[in-house]
């Protein structure tokens, strides 16, 4: 299915990201729109992956305090899983 997109200057719907195929007016690049052909962007509602803190410019103890930080919010978010998963079987 093609994305119709409204003109701000004549309201006609098209397909064409560029121009409108009505009155030919440049298409306002939106922030939702910018960056489609970029196949590292995030896509919406999408949850990047947890990746270790290798940056070789930060040194060494902030990295580690850094990747401590992560490990523990990843086992508290494990500890809630945990605790919802067993409250759902309690409830049903």
């Not at 009155?23 to 306002?28: F, I, M």
């Not at 290798?54 to 992560?70: F, Y």
């Not at 990843?74 to 409250?87: E, H």
């Amino acid at each position: 299915m093609a994305t119709q997109l409204k003109c701000t200057q004549c309201g006609e719907w098209g397909e064409d990201l560029d121009r409108c195929p009505s009155c030919a007016a440049l298409r306002q690049v939106h922030s939702t729109f910018a960056n489609q052909e970029n196949p590292n962007r995030h896509k919406a509602f999408e949850m990047p992956t947890m990746e270790w803190n290798t940056d070789p410019q930060i040194s060494a103890w902030k990295r580690s305090l850094i990747n401590t930080g992560k490990a523990m919010h990843w086992m508290v978010l494990a500890v809630g899983g945990a605790i919802a998963w067993m409250a759902y079987w309690v409830a049903v």
